[in-house]
Each structure stands twice: as structure tokens, then as C-alpha cells.
């Protein structure tokens, strides 16, 4: 990519659908930049939940992963201080940063500097939303953040109805300030067809690799399946499996269904991601290298 000792530090965004082969292209980056990798997927930052995820094999090159435990919860806010931190500390040694995940709030909410998100609660508001039917609830929070939807138990009123809560009404506002990185966004977006046959042949991988171990694990760990980290795609499915509740033919069918449809919810998401450069897979590499050199 040339000299670059003279050259303002790239924060690059590798993003795209689940099974898109974002990590190869961000890492394939990294590589070349010397770049700082640095994880933006919800369920990534949880420890001992590795090969469900598609966790990276080389997890020491990455910050923000294996922080919380599947029990405890996390969100954009608290995603978007500890990113910050990160690429201050990056920047002050004059290093690139390669941010990768399917987590496009995380990416945008960073990004763009998004004002933090967890805001306390209104008790007016609380009152007027107690009288509001979960099935309405739902509805307005899959319209208004789908992300959010996407990582909460649907089913649970007390948490729907306070990520409703905060986006009625939001605290005074922490601004981000990140440092003057020459910012790039990269999403690497296969074809649809292609994209299913991907995610069903990713998912008999991680069954290869022993997901089942990993979720006895976690069992054995004292974790249950209303854990925050248990939302991550399959993993309810296979722990009733474990449970004897259904069979495994029927847990995985509902594991690669849940996939398809979740990264089409993410082609939807980044068809609205601002200043996005979107590569052709073949080529991705190669493009995005020209564009940064």
C-alpha cells in the first residue's frame, strides 16, 4: 500500500450480511495496514460461546472480544465507549484500526458518533407505555431499531418495553469524539442464493466442531437459555435439543431459517449505512486496497 509513515491512520469498517467472509477481508486488511482488529458483533463479546458465533481462531489479534460473561447484558453504549477508548489508545501510537462485525449499529453508532444509548428510563412515559399491548410494543421497536430487536427475547414485555422506553426518551446525551482517522466503511454483500447456501454449509461446520460440546459447557457453567448471550442465532435451538424438547433435525432447520432471515434483515440495514463502499466478493481485496492506497 506504499509509504505510509506520513499518512493519517485509516478506520476502516469491514461489514455485511452473516457468512459473507467479512473476518478473512478485514483480517487480509489488517495484515497489510498492520491495523489494530477490533470486533463489532453482539454475541462475539460473549466468553465460551467461540464456534456458534464464528469467532475468530486468531482471537488474541482482536480487542473486544471474551469481555462479559452470557449472563450479563451489554449494549451499543457501553460497545461504543469501550470501541472509543480503544481507538484513542490506537491512535496516540499512529496505528490503523480494522472494526468488523455483523452489528450494524455498533459500526454506525461508532462511525458516525452517535450520542451513548442507554438512557435511564422516564417515569411519565413508563406509565403511558404500561398500558400498551406487548404485540404493539414489538411492532414500534422492530420499525424504529431493528438491532435492538434483534438482540432481545421478543416474548419478555419488561424488556421490550424498556427499549421502547429509551428510544421515546433518552438521557442528556454523551457525545463520541473519536480522533481524525481517515475513515473508510467496506461491506462485502454476495448474492442471496449464494448467501443461504453459505450459512447452511457454516452451520454444519460449527456442528463438526463440536457446537453441542460448547453449549453443554455452558450448561454445566450454571448458564440458562434466558441469558443474555443465548439470543446469539441457534443457540436456544440446540439447547432444547440438549434439553430433549425437540429434535436435532428440527433445531438445526431452525437455526439456519433464523440465519437466512437475520441477513436479510442485514442487507436491509446496509442499504441505508451512510458513505458505504460495497465490494464485489471476488474482487474485494483487491479493491479495497486500491482504494486505500
Request: net charge neutral; glycine share 6%; hydrophobic share 40%.
Amino acid at each position: 500500500m506504499g509509504d505510509s509513515r506520513n499518512k493519517v491512520p485509516f478506520l476502516i469498517a469491514v461489514m455485511g450480511p452473516t457468512a459473507s467472509g467479512k473476518t478473512e477481508l478485514a483480517e487480509s486488511l489488517a495484515q497489510q495496514l498492520d491495523a489494530q482488529l477490533v470486533n463489532a458483533d453482539a454475541f462475539q463479546i460473549y466468553r465460551g460461546m467461540d464456534i456458534g458465533t464464528a469467532k475468530p481462531d486468531n482471537k488474541s489479534s482482536y480487542q473486544l472480544l471474551d469481555i462479559r460473561n452470557p449472563s450479563e447484558s451489554f449494549g451499543v453504549g457501553e460497545y461504543v465507549a469501550l470501541a472509543q477508548s480503544v481507538l484513542t489508545d490506537c491512535w496516540n501510537a499512529r496505528r490503523s484500526v480494522v472494526v468488523v462485525g455483523g452489528t450494524g449499529l455498533y459500526v454506525r453508532a461508532l462511525f458516525e458518533e452517535y450520542d451513548d444509548m442507554s438512557q435511564a428510563p422516564d417515569p411519565e412515559l413508563r406509565k403511558q407505555l404500561d398500558q400498551v399491548s406487548l404485540e404493539d410494543l414489538v411492532k414500534e421497536l422492530v420499525q424504529a431499531n431493528i438491532e435492538v430487536a434483534n438482540r432481545i427475547d421478543l416474548r419478555n414485555r419488561v424488556r421490550v418495553q424498556r427499549a421502547v422506553e429509551r428510544i421515546h426518551s433518552p438521557k442528556p446525551s454523551v457525545p463520541v469524539r473519536l480522533p481524525p482517522f481517515d475513515k473508510r466503511k467496506y461491506a462485502l454483500i454476495r448474492e442471496s442464493e449464494e448467501t443461504s447456501d453459505r450459512i447452511t454449509r457454516r452451520v454444519e461446520a460449527m456442528m463438526q466442531k463440536d457446537w453441542l460440546q460448547e453449549i453443554r459447557e455452558l450448561m454445566d457453567a450454571g448458564y440458562t437459555v434466558s441469558d443474555p448471550g443465548f439470543r446469539a442465532l441457534g443457540y436456544r435451538a440446540l439447547w432444547h435439543y440438549l434439553k430433549g424438547e425437540i429434535e436435532l433435525k428440527d433445531a438445526l432447520a431452525t437455526t439456519i431459517a433464523e440465519t437466512r432471515q437475520y441477513s436479510k434483515r442485514q442487507r436491509t440495514w446496509l442499504r441505508s449505512e451512510p458513505n458505504l463502499v460495497v465490494l464485489e466478493s471476488g474482487s474485494a481485496l483487491a479493491h479495497a486496497t486500491r482504494d486505500l492506497s
